[in-house]
């Protein structure tokens, strides 16, 4: 079981980290990621971190977004800086191995 939590409202240039907490499987092996669905968009994939920790990101958010992971907490993590309108969505964690999802939660950019 995955739960999400840290979404908010933010204004551009803005910074928030998002929290994945893992229950019920064995996380230090999991693939992890981030995925995202704007309003009207199809959901995609944003950030991904491999059990040995190499990570991959969107083009659209390289350079301003990083995901990490906490072996001894469960938990994976997205800091978002530099935050634009368009990044507004609701961020799903997913647990590719198991093809589990988190409940979402909801990152609103806005002046």
């Known amino acids: 079981q995955l739960q999400a939590s840290g979404g908010g409202l933010v204004q551009p240039g803005g910074s928030l980290r998002l929290s994945c907490a893992a229950s019920g499987s064995i996380f230090s092996l999991a693939i992890m990621d981030w995925y995202r669905q704007g309003p009207g968009k199809q959901r995609e994939l944003v950030a991904r971190?491999?059990?040995?920790?190499?990570?991959d990101y969107a083009d659209s958010v390289k350079g301003r977004f990083t995901i990490s992971r906490d072996s001894a907490k469960n938990t994976v993590y997205l800091q978002m800086n530099n935050l634009k309108v368009e990044d507004t969505a609701v961020y799903y964690c997913h647990n590719l191995l198991a093809n589990s999802w988190g409940q979402g939660t909801l990152v609103t950019v806005s002046s």
């Open positions: 971190i491999m059990s040995g920790g190499s990570t």
